[in-house]
């Protein structure tokens, strides 16, 4: 356990909401140095000097200097050796601490500093205790004995740390704990006779928080990671990770930061008795900056088997992983140029995957871009260069050539814009094939656009805000070039909405350019705050216009021939700090149904209760059937989740994430979090599918922080705030 209890670098309110005093803003949690010139002010009652320059006072006598005060009873002053005796009802303070005695000494020159049964409060982390004795050696050295620490009011003991003996020392950063244990509601539940922690935020080796859980596919699962401070820019943690029903994990990782790169090593392995093999993930990341300029990027990971993210992932993201990326970049920033190299291939984690739909390797990929705007004439231009070779073992591969250049110019000003501009785009091939077809084909294709808009503006009555409305025209003309005998490697047809009414193409990557003879039309009204331009309201419709038949299509597709596009809404209200809602639809008029829905709504009271709801659907005009699951590709979900407060203390969160096509759970998630002044206590089931079959994994997470000392248990609040939308997780400066 990482008892980092005396830090002094942990923020501020969030998490001591429920506590009767605030600790102090986090812009004051810092002590202000007191210059050892600094003179100390006196006032009392009675005042007395005697021959050797000693001052006594009596009676309400209280001392300042700087930042800090003392009142006592009675104080003495040695003027010679600058050293102050108070007794009766001692109380010092500073900007960060309290301390309250019957006695204390104080040097002015040394900042030595010495109380015998005292009690202190430390503000920054609304913290208290009592301690036999508190010496401070120096402004840098603090010893404490027989002492006590804990965030709780007074009053009340629901947690506490004691220790016979600590010393915190701030020039190392480090404090030393002898014979400490914890305690939580009268019960033990941690204890050492000895232990070594942080005080600030310089790193330290030693044990970090250890992690509970318990899942339906591993058992119970415990994490004790330890962390190992190697150098100033080197560390590194090793995690065993006990799961009961498959053995014992062991997650080593190491950092490093150099003055121009940095970089991360991870390695995962387990001897799963439930799996019968050995598993193991290694990942590796590096980045380096060689030039202002000039960056270079590393990515590799490898895994054991299809199925390791699925069992021992901890979500739908992870466990749909098919493929693993390992990429080499070389990247130049420059004005106007931007130049890329890369390398890429793929692990395919999941070995039933045909080979032909594995994806390509780039062994490599070269690009060079470039732009200059503003040049003479108001000219704009733009260029994309790109050479590729594309590796295969079951499809048509080899090499890629592709270059483009764009001019513009643009017309603008407050109330309106015209962009007219053309495009010409040369790609050529030599490929490995063996279909008899061309092994060096090639494409030249140039392309118009004009791009022109309207913005009107007016002053909404009864009201302080703008609504403006946009019209905006985009023709485009491209015309027909056969493409069949291009392969695919990278293109694919964008997903339409309302951002496809203003593309220059229906494809992304090269392999396709798309012919057009197209007018899009689109309408958009905002209502803003004139003072910060914040967007209260924006409504989107449009649709594209085609003159002629898209003859162009990826293979197996047939051309499209509508006179028209889907109808694209887009809609997003925030009408208040309370409630935001987002929607969008795609209808078609000739099919008389809607291809895509979305939306999406929170709401948020004053006492922090959060609903939200959203809903997603997808049609497809052609729904192929699998054979062994009789499932259709469109898509239809729902997903909603809340946290409802239930008083100032207790409340709850859920979640259901639910699959109307298939009529099955996605996630369910229920949850009950308490919380008071000092700790807090979380827990949650969770029900989540792991994969397209209904394979499912329950869990149950519980955790306990001790608000100002460590979090035990699962991380529940990083899963919340993962999947509740508008989750604060009040405790995340821990």
């Given amino acids: ?259 121009k790169s940095y970089g991360q090593l991870g390695l ?69 140029w931007q130049f890329l190299t890369r390398v890429q291939n793929f692990q395919v984690v999941d070995e039933s995957l045909p080979s032909i739909d594995k994806p390509f390797e780039r062994l490599p990929q070269i690009k060079l871009d470039g732009d200059y705007y503003s040049l003479p004439g108001g000219f704009d231009f733009s260029s994309k260069s790109e050479w590729v070779s594309f590796v295969h073992d079951s499809r048509i591969d080899g090499d890629r050539l592709h270059l483009g250049i764009e001019l513009e110019r643009p017309f603008e000003s407050t109330g309106y814009f015209i962009r007219p501009g053309a495009r010409l785009t040369h790609t050529e091939y030599d490929l490995n094939r063996k279909d008899g077809l061309d092994d060096d084909p090639s494409r030249s294709l140039p392309s118009a656009h004009i791009d022109a808009g309207l913005i009107f503006e007016k002053n909404l009555k009864n009201s302080t805000n703008i609504q403006t409305l946009e019209p905006r025209l985009y023709y485009l003309h491209t015309p027909f070039r056969n493409q069949t005998d291009i392969p695919i490697f990278d293109s694919a047809e964008y997903e339409f909405g309302f951002e496809q009414l203003f593309r220059d193409d229906r494809f992304s990557g090269s392999d396709r350019v798309g012919d057009a003879d197209r007018l899009s039309l689109g309408l958009t009204t905002r209502i803003l705050d004139p003072d910060n331009g914040e967007e209260k309201l924006r409504a989107s419709l449009g649709r594209i216009f085609y003159f002629k038949d898209r003859k162009v299509t990826l293979p197996g597709e047939r051309a499209e021939s509508e006179d028209s596009s889907e109808v694209a809404v887009e809609l997003k209200i925030g009408l208040s700090d309370r409630w935001e809602a987002i929607a969008s639809t795609l209808y078609d008029t000739h099919d008389d149904h809607t291809e895509k829905n979305t939306a999406r709504l929170q709401y948020r009271s004053k006492n922090d209760f959060i609903l939200n709801m959203s809903y997603r659907y997808r049609r497809r005009d052609i729904e192929p059937i699998d054979s062994l699951t009789n499932r259709s590709s469109s898509l239809e979900q729902s997903d909603i989740s809340m946290v409802l407060p239930i008083s100032d203390n207790w409340r709850t969160v859920a979640r259901w994430n639910y699959d109307l096509q298939e009529k099955r759970n996605l996630e369910l998630l229920a949850g009950v979090e308490y919380d008071t002044c000092c700790w807090k206590i979380r827990l949650a089931g969770r029900r989540y599918n792991k994969n397209t079959d209904e394979d499912y994994n329950n869990s149950i997470e519980i955790q306990l922080v001790l608000k100002g000392l460590a979090r035990i248990g699962s991380p529940i609040g990083e899963l919340l705030e993962r999947g509740i939308r508008g989750f604060d997780d009040r405790d995340d400066q821990f």
């Fill in 1 to 259: 356990m990482c008892l980092s209890a005396l830090s002094l670098v942990l923020a501020a309110e969030g998490p001591y909401a429920h506590c009767e005093g605030s600790p102090i803003p986090p812009a004051s949690q810092q002590a202000t140095p007191i210059d050892p010139d600094t003179p100390a002010e006196f006032t009392a009652d009675r005042a007395k000097r005697d021959e050797n320059g000693v001052v006594s006072l009596e009676g309400a006598v209280h001392m300042t200097r700087g930042s800090q005060t003392i009142d006592a009873e009675s104080l003495r002053y040695d003027d010679n050796s600058k050293t102050v005796y108070a007794s009766g009802n001692v109380r010092a303070e500073d900007d960060q601490l309290i301390i309250e005695s019957q006695e204390a000494e104080l040097n002015l020159n040394t900042d030595y500093a010495k109380s015998n049964s005292a009690t202190y409060q430390y503000k920054p982390l609304h913290a208290r205790g009592s301690a036999d004795s508190i010496e401070r050696k120096s402004a840098d050295f603090i010893r404490l004995e027989k002492t006590t620490y804990t965030t709780c009011e007074e009053g009340d003991q629901s947690w506490e740390l004691s220790a016979d003996e600590i010393e915190l020392d701030k020039t190392s950063g480090e404090g030393i704990g002898k014979n400490v244990l914890v305690k939580f509601k009268g019960v033990p539940i941690f204890y050492t006779p000895w232990i070594r922690f942080p005080i600030d935020d310089r790193r330290k080796t030693g044990f970090l928080t250890p992690t509970v859980g318990n899942s339906s596919d591993s058992g119970f699962e415990l994490e004790t990671p330890w962390y190992w401070n190697i150098s100033p820019n080197r560390d590194a943690i090793l995690t065993p990770r006990v799961l009961t029903d498959r053995g014992l994990q062991l997650k080593p990782s190491f950092r490093y930061l150099n003055q």
């Fill in 268 to 336: 995962e392995y387990l001897d799963d008795s439930e799996f019968k093999d050995d598993r193991y993930l290694v990942s590796f990341e590096h980045k380096s900056f060689i030039s202002p300029k000039l960056e270079l990027d590393l990515l590799y990971s490898n895994t054991s088997d299809k199925n390791y993210f699925e069992d021992l992932g901890d979500g739908l993201g992870l466990s749909s992983t098919q493929n693993i990326e390992r990429r080499g970049d070389l990247h130049y920033r420059g004005q106007h």
